[in-house]
C-alpha cells in the first residue's frame, strides 16, 4: 500500500510490493507459510452456491503460489435485518464442503453485521522456499496457457438484468466452484516461469500484473480465449459490468487492440472475473505435457492464448 511504511523482515520471500496473489514467509529451509484472503458478495442467488465460489475464490491464491492450504478462518459480513441465519448457515456451509474436498481445516473466524453481504475466507498454506510460483516470472518465447473460460462477470450481469438463459447458468456456477489445484500434484514446478489466477482484474489486467514492467510484448490470440456458454451474446448486448471500463482504463495504453478483433471479444477480455482460471507462463517445449495434465484433472478447456516477446517496453497486443 503506497505511503505505508512497512518494516523489512529478511525472511518474507514475497510481500506486498509485487502484486502477487498471497504473501510468503520463510520459516526454515525447508518450509514457507502462504497466507492469503479474499471475500466476496453474492453473485449468485442460491446461498450454498455462493459458499463454495467464495470457498473456491480464497483458496486459489494458495495454489496460485505453488502452496499447499492448510487451514482457514470464515470471514462474515451479514446484514441480519435482510437475510435470515438460514441464509448464513447454508453459505457457511457451502464453503465447509469446498474445505473438506482440499483438506483444509477450517479453524473458526470472525463476524460482523453488515449493510452487505459479504463472505470469504482466510489460508493459509505452505511451500517450500525454492518452488514458490509467483506472477513476474515471463521470459521471451514463453507462452501463457489459461485454464478456465471467462465471462463470469457478463453473465452475472445478464442475471441480475434477467436476460439469462438457463441454459447458461450451470457451466457459470460450475467453472467458479471448481478449485485451481490443478497443478497441485505435479511435483517440481521449477519449469513454470510464472503463474497468477484471474479475479476482479480481468485476463488483461492479470496479464498486466505478470508483465511487471519487463520489456516484453505478451501477444494475445483472442480467438483462442476459451469463453463462457452466453458469454459474447451478452456481451454483444451490452451486458457489461461497471468493472469491465474500470479495468480497461487501468490498463490504459499498455494495452493495443488490433482491428478485426470483435468488440465482444474485445470487452471479455477486460471482464472481471470471480473464482477464475489460473494463467501459467511456461516454455514452448513444456507447454504439451502441462496441458496434458491439466486436461487429465479436469482442465478440459485449458489452451495457449498467448505468446512473449522481446520488447522495446513492456506492452499486451490483442489480436
Not at 84 to 110: A, E, F, P, R, Y
Not at 170 to 175: G, I, M, N, Q, Y
Not at 205 to 219: A, F, Q, V, W, Y
Amino acid at each position: 500500500m503506497r505511503g505505508l511504511d512497512v518494516p523489512i523482515d529478511l525472511n518474507v520471500l514475497v510481500g506486498m510490493e509485487s502484486s502477487d496473489d498471497a504473501g510468503v514467509y520463510r520459516l526454515d529451509d525447508h518450509t514457507a507459510l502462504v497466507q492469503t484472503l479474499d471475500f466476496i458478495t453474492p453473485i449468485v442467488d442460491d446461498p450454498y452456491v455462493f459458499g463454495k465460489i467464495a470457498a473456491c475464490n480464497s483458496l486459489s491464491d494458495v495454489y496460485a503460489m505453488g502452496g499447499t492450504p492448510l487451514t482457514a478462518m470464515n470471514i462474515v459480513c451479514f446484514p441480519l435485518g435482510k437475510f435470515s441465519l438460514d441464509i448464513l448457515q447454508k453459505t457457511l456451509q457451502g464453503g465447509m464442503d469446498v474445505l473438506k474436498s482440499s483438506g483444509v481445516q477450517l479453524l473458526g473466524g470472525h463476524s460482523v453485521e453488515d449493510e452487505e453481504f459479504k463472505y470469504g475466507l482466510s489460508v493459509t498454506g505452505t511451500v517450500h522456499p525454492d518452488g514458490i510460483l509467483t506472477n513476474n516470472g515471463l521470459r521471451p518465447g514463453d507462452v501463457i496457457i489459461i485454464t478456465k473460460p471467462i465471462g463470469t462477470g457478463v453473465i452475472s450481469t445478464a442475471i441480475k438484468a434477467g436476460a439469462a438463459e438457463d441454459g447458461h447458468l450451470k457451466p457459470f456456477t460450475d467453472v467458479m466452484t471448481t478449485l485451481n489445484n490443478t497443478i497441485a500434484d505435479m511435483g517440481d514446478l521449477s519449469f513454470i516461469h510464472a503463474c497468477t489466477d484471474i479475479t476482479g482484474f480481468g485476463l488483461i489486467g492479470h496479464l498486466r500484473e505478470m508483465l511487471s514492467g519487463n520489456n516484453l510484448e505478451i501477444r494475445v490470440d483472442a480467438g483462442h480465449i476459451p469463453l463462457l456458454p452466453g458469454a459474447i451474446e451478452y456481451a454483444g448486448l451490452g451486458l457489461i459490468p461497471g468493472g469491465m471500463y474500470r479495468n480497461r482504463d487501468h490498463v490504459g495504453n499498455l494495452c493495443t487492440i488490433e482491428k478485426g478483433v470483435p468488440r465482444e471479444i474485445a470487452d471479455l477480455a477486460f471482464d472481471p472475473q470471480t473464482s477464475g482460471g489460473m494463467l501459467l507462463a511456461v516454455a514452448q517445449k513444456d507447454a504439451e505435457r502441462l496441458l496434458e495434465h491439466l486436461h487429465r484433472k479436469g482442465a478440459r478447456q485449458a489452451t495457449v492464448i498467448a505468446q512473449c516477446h522481446s520488447a522495446h517496453t513492456p506492452s499486451i497486443t490483442l489480436a
